[in-house]
């Protein structure tokens, strides 16, 4: 059997900018990629604490120490310059892997600066 669990958060992040006019994504900075273990081109799940939306993109790399993340494209419509979100991404895991198990879970301040991370829920 293999179950979908939380592979990895940014915890309330502060959008940078919302761009409509781009092909849809999310900008992350680099070392906040590295922190959460995801990667360019996965998967996410955006919450938006502010407004409650709830919708799902992509990632792109965003440059090393600016501390962006600005939703693009169409995903520019569900946020605003300001707003905190979670970046959530998942994965399945087995039941060999969940004896290991630890989603990684990065805390951040309203500057996106990395405050602590956690291997548990």
Do not use: W
């Not at 501390?67 to 039941?95: F, P, Q, S």
């Not at 892997?97 to 829920?121: A, G, M």
């Amino acid at each position: 059997m293999t179950i979908e669990m939380l592979y990895s958060k940014i915890h309330r992040a502060t959008v940078t900018d919302a761009n409509l006019n781009y092909v849809g994504s999310i900008t992350i900075d680099e070392e906040l990629l590295e922190a959460s273990k995801m990667r360019v081109g996965q998967k996410v799940e955006i919450l938006n604490i502010n407004n409650g939306e709830r919708f799902s993109t992509y990632i792109i790399l965003g440059e090393r120490g600016k501390r962006d993340m600005c939703l693009n494209g169409a995903a520019a419509r569900k946020v605003h310059k300001g707003d905190k979100i979670i970046v959530v991404a998942y994965a399945t895991y087995n039941d060999e892997d969940l004896k290991t198990y630890e989603p990684t879970v990065v805390l951040v301040d309203d500057n996106n600066d990395i405050e602590e991370i956690l291997t548990s829920i």
